[in-house]
């Protein structure tokens, strides 16, 4: 007898996965190949992409330029997708009396602004019982220093996904949002951090965390995987992958 092969779920779908060059974005991309899905995944730059079965584009979430430059190009490639991953994300440890405007506008631009878009004009290319996923965060539910901005950015793409859930119903096309909390990624999700704060926000985590460690990325990326493919009868929805930071469990 041979060796039974393990099973591959989703042979035969398309998928795009922005922000998928590191940290969640690319154990998504990664899980979804494993499961036979052709990927095509977008980073500022795609030097970290290089090794990966994925077709790889430099696409900044933040450009609307380049949004229609990446709808051409998924058009092209793929024709039609069955899950959009909108997962790119920007994000600093700053107190809100020292938030530049830069700061903010940056913030804005590459989480809202961009993840808006980005739905509005690859949605066209989501074929019927597809699925577009976003990426929040538990910062929304929580009051946390340094995230105000942050938080608000991400507290627009959880209202997004409700109303564009209503407009593509009729196309049957669900959507929903993942929403993590401490993970285990070299950056923690923020930028420009040095590494003893970075350290300290670490600790922190783990100690507010009710189940005690930080998630890892396979863990968000099966919550992904999930809600993209398995839960056909739910959109509108939030799935919290916090280890019940946000969920009111007490600690």
């Given at each position: 007898?041979?060796?039974?092969?393990?099973?591959?779920?989703?042979?035969?779908?398309?998928a795009?996965?922005?922000?998928?060059?590191?940290?969640?974005?690319?154990?998504?991309?990664?899980?979804?190949?494993?499961?036979?899905?052709?990927?095509?995944?977008?980073?500022?730059?795609?030097?970290k992409?290089?090794?990966?079965?994925?077709?790889?584009?430099?696409?900044?979430?933040?450009?609307?330029?380049?949004?229609?430059?990446?709808?051409?190009?998924v058009?092209?490639?793929?024709?039609?997708?069955?899950?959009l991953?909108?997962?790119?994300?920007?994000?600093?440890?700053t107190?809100?009396?020292?938030?530049?405007?830069?700061?903010y506008d940056?913030?804005?631009d590459?989480?809202?602004?961009?993840?808006?878009?980005?739905?509005?004009?690859?949605?066209?290319?989501i074929?019927?019982?597809?699925?577009?996923?976003?990426?929040?965060?538990?910062?929304?539910?929580?009051?946390?220093p340094?995230?105000?901005?942050?938080?608000?950015?991400?507290a627009?793409?959880?209202?997004?996904?409700?109303?564009?859930?209503?407009?593509?119903?009729?196309r049957?096309?669900?959507?929903?949002?993942?929403?993590?909390?401490?993970?285990?990624?070299?950056?923690?999700g923020v930028?420009?951090v040095?590494?003893?704060?970075?350290?300290?926000?670490?600790?922190?985590?783990?100690?507010?965390?009710?189940?005690?460690?930080?998630g890892?990325?396979?863990e968000?990326a099966?919550?992904?995987?999930?809600?993209?493919?398995?839960?056909?009868?739910?959109?509108?929805?939030?799935?919290?992958?916090?280890?019940?930071?946000?969920?009111?469990?007490?600690?």
């Amino acid at each position: 007898m041979g060796i039974k092969k393990p099973e591959v779920k989703y042979l035969g779908k398309k998928a795009v996965v922005t922000g998928g060059t590191h940290g969640m974005g690319r154990a998504t991309v990664d899980l979804l190949i494993e499961n036979g899905v052709e990927v095509l995944l977008t980073g500022r730059t795609i030097d970290k992409a290089e090794g990966v079965k994925a077709h790889a584009v430099a696409s900044d979430a933040a450009d609307l330029e380049d949004i229609v430059k990446l709808k051409a190009e998924v058009a092209q490639r793929f024709q039609e997708i069955d899950l959009l991953f909108i997962n790119v994300g920007f994000s600093t440890l700053t107190p809100f009396d020292t938030t530049s405007e830069a700061d903010y506008d940056r913030t804005f631009d590459v989480n809202t602004k961009g993840a808006f878009f980005t739905a509005q004009h690859l949605a066209p290319l989501i074929r019927e019982g597809g699925s577009i996923v976003f990426t929040t965060s538990v910062a929304t539910a929580l009051g946390s220093p340094g995230l105000s901005v942050y938080a608000g950015a991400k507290a627009a793409v959880r209202a997004f996904a409700r109303g564009l859930a209503a407009e593509l119903a009729p196309r049957n096309v669900r959507v929903n949002v993942v929403s993590p909390g401490f993970i285990d990624t070299p950056s923690m999700g923020v930028t420009g951090v040095p590494e003893e704060v970075l350290q300290q926000f670490k600790e922190e985590g783990d100690r507010i965390t009710p189940l005690k460690r930080h998630g890892s990325m396979d863990e968000v990326a099966n919550a992904v995987l999930f809600l993209a493919f398995d839960a056909t009868f739910t959109t509108g929805a939030e799935l919290a992958v916090d280890g019940g930071l946000g969920q009111g469990v007490s600690a």
